[in-house]
């Protein structure tokens, strides 16, 4: 049961446009949410967060929004650029609880120069 | 910055070997985070340890085994590896500062290759 969906496998965008990448959960406990970007051969390096007590958070050209009673998330990266071009994960967890973090399947993004 | 350090990158195994992986978490990091990711899946969570200290378990085979030291490293011990083990193995760590807690850094990653 994949309580964290990207149902974007791929996605593919033009250089200086936004990108969009979105990701649904299903448990409610979730309360905190993370997205990671990933290069071939390297681990995952966090991008940005947001609590379940906000509905944006935004860091240079990443903003994060939350949509908690529709259970989704996306991540806006405005203007694109070549480099971030890498697989993009969507992360969720329960602050208090586990401390696990459970991911979605990811979404690789193309930046085309 | 000093990043997670893992070790081995690569490891080659046959069926039925052991294989020890290391992890040192960014200085001052309390906590470490085991995960492993299969071709085409995403990361799912094994083991954790918070002050050396078992904190959670995830989906981890009785076969492996995982411990944190007194300076805070990490080690995931597998015993009679399987084929279907053959896998990234990532370990993270986080801070135990007020806000940063909720935030895992990543390491590079072992590839596990089981012949």
């Known amino acids: 049961d994949q309580q964290v969906k990207q149902n974007s496998p791929s996605l593919s965008v033009q250089e200086g446009r936004i990108s969009i990448l979105n990701c649904d959960y299903t448990n409610s406990m979730f309360d905190y949410f993370l997205w990671y970007k990933k290069y071939p051969a390297e681990g995952p390096t966090f991008l940005i967060s947001?609590?379940?007590?906000?509905d944006k958070n935004e860091d240079g050209r990443f903003t994060v929004f939350l949509n908690k009673s529709a259970k989704h998330l996306s991540l806006h990266i405005v203007p694109s650029q070549p480099g971030d071009s890498a697989v993009y994960f969507c992360?969720?967890?329960?602050?208090?609880?586990?401390?696990?973090?459970?991911f979605g399947k990811g979404t690789k993004l193309t930046v085309n120069p | 910055a000093a990043g997670v350090i893992q070790s081995p990158r690569h490891l080659i195994k046959e069926k039925r070997e052991t294989a020890t992986l290391k992890c040192y978490p960014i200085p001052r990091h309390d906590t470490v985070y085991w995960y492993q990711q299969g071709p085409g899946q995403d990361p799912q969570f094994l083991i954790s340890?918070?002050?050396?200290?078992?904190?959670d378990k995830g989906s981890i085979p009785d076969r492996f085994s995982a411990q944190q030291f007194s300076d805070y490293h990490s080690e995931l011990n597998m015993s009679s590896l399987e084929l279907g083990d053959s896998a990234l193995y990532f370990c993270?760590?986080?801070?135990?500062?007020?806000?940063?807690?909720?935030?895992?850094?990543f390491g590079a990653g072992t590839r596990l290759s089981v012949l």
């Open positions: 992360a969720s967890r329960r602050q208090g609880g586990s401390e696990k973090l459970v």
């Open positions: 947001i609590s379940s007590i906000k």
């Open positions: 340890f918070y002050e050396k200290m078992q904190s």
């Open positions: 993270a760590s986080s801070s135990p500062t007020y806000g940063s807690r909720n935030i895992q850094y």
